[in-house]
């Protein structure tokens, strides 16, 4: 088995979560001391676990596409393209994610939504 890198563990983790497979994800890739900075939760692991099992039980076809990633460090920043179905809205996410000992132990997110009609014919991605 390879041997995987944190970029990675990052990767497939959002990826599980956006496809409703949350504690999966949180079991295999999140320490126990996790912390977050998402401002519409408490800043705990269990809060933010929940909230993501609720955003996939209600949006259920949503995608979710890794564009880029970096990796520096303790920390990995992933660039995605989420597209909510429900309610036809594309938007850019950026997350963060700081790991010890191969655990992620925080996460920053910011997203913006795509408009349908940009004068940037480049896109955001």
């Known amino acids: 088995m390879a041997i ?14 956006a496809a409703g497979q949350v504690r999966k994800a949180y079991d295999e890739y999140v320490s126990d001391d996790f912390r977050h900075h998402n401002t519409y939760f408490p800043s705990d692991r269990e809060s933010l676990l929940r909230g993501m099992e609720e955003s ?55 997203g913006q939504q795509i408009p349908k009609d940009s004068p940037n014919k480049l896109g955001m991605f």
């Open 56 to 110: 996939a039980k209600s949006e259920p076809n949503k995608s979710f596409v890794v564009k880029q990633t970096i990796e520096s460090a303790d920390r990995v920043a992933v660039y995605s393209h989420l597209r909510r179905e429900n309610v036809d809205i594309d938007i850019a996410v950026v997350h963060i994610l700081r790991f010890e000992n191969g655990k992620i132990v925080e996460m920053w997110d910011v």
């Open 4 to 17: 995987q890198g944190n970029a990675d563990k990052a990767t497939d983790f959002l990826t599980k979560c």
